[in-house]
Every structure is written in structure tokens, then in C-alpha cells.
Nanobody, 124 residues
Framework: QVPLLESGGGSVQTGGSLRLSCVAS?????MAWFRQAPGKEREGVAT????????SYADSVKGRFTISQDNTKNTLYLQMASLKPEDTAMYYC????????????????????WGQGTQVTVSS
């Protein structure tokens, strides 16, 4: 496991933008952003493979969110644009330190490290 610290959440109106950041205090193989709204399951939003920078997104955020990383700073970002009220949730940074997994990245069991979360609220 590796400690993760998120920042950048806040409140915006529909159509607004936010950028989330997550600093990892150690080596990771892959990182991701998840979100969880009240009463709903934790949902995978986007993931990036650290060595190759290959990224994948949930259909609900494709074209609006961009995941990126700065390996020199061990920092993961999520640039969110065209935000909608349904994007309101607690956003969590996740990381994997082991090279192999037997579940897809959208399954929370894929990840061995989690941040404390940062709240994103989008008002209409």
C-alpha cells in the first residue's frame, strides 16, 4: 500500500470545471479516480497506467474528464469539465502497487491503496 492525499474538490455550477489532484507517497503501477454518491456504489471514473500513460474512462465521463499524471511529482490529476449535477460525489484516488490483478480496474478490489476522498458538488 501507498499513502494517497487528494485535493481540489469544491462546489461549482453546472457546466463548470474542477481539477482534482492526488499525491502518492510511493511507487505505483496504476492509479485511478473513483467516485461515490450517497446511496450508490463506488464507481470507477478513470484510470491511467503509470509506465505507459494509457488511460481509460467510464462512459459517463468520456469527453468531459481527463486523467493525467506527473511522474516527477508522483501526482495524479483529474481535469473535470462540463460538470453536471450527476457528477456530485465524493471522489477517491486509488493506486495499485502490485503488477497483476484478476479483476477489472473498475472493481474496487483491483486497488490496494485509497485516499480519504474529496467532495465535488455540482449545482444546477
Amino acid at each position: 500500500q501507498v499513502p494517497l492525499l487528494e485535493s481540489g474538490g469544491g462546489s461549482v455550477q453546472t457546466g463548470g470545471s474542477l481539477r482534482l489532484s492526488c499525491v502518492a507517497s510511493g511507487y505505483t503501477v496504476a492509479m485511478a479516480w473513483f467516485r461515490q454518491a450517497p446511496g450508490k456504489e463506488r464507481e470507477g471514473v478513470a484510470t491511467i497506467h503509470a509506465p505507459s500513460s494509457y488511460a481509460s474512462y467510464a462512459d459517463s465521463v468520456k469527453g468531459r474528464f481527463t486523467i493525467s499524471q506527473d511522474n516527477t511529482k508522483n501526482t495524479l490529476y483529474l481535469q473535470m469539465a462540463s460538470l453536471k449535477p450527476e457528477d456530485t460525489a465524493m471522489y477517491y484516488c486509488a493506486a495499485r502497487t502490485a503488477p497483476v490483478a484478476d479483476v477489472p480496474w473498475t472493481n474496487p478490489r483491483f486497488w490496494d491503496s485509497w485516499g480519504q476522498g474529496t467532495q465535488v458538488t455540482v449545482s444546477s
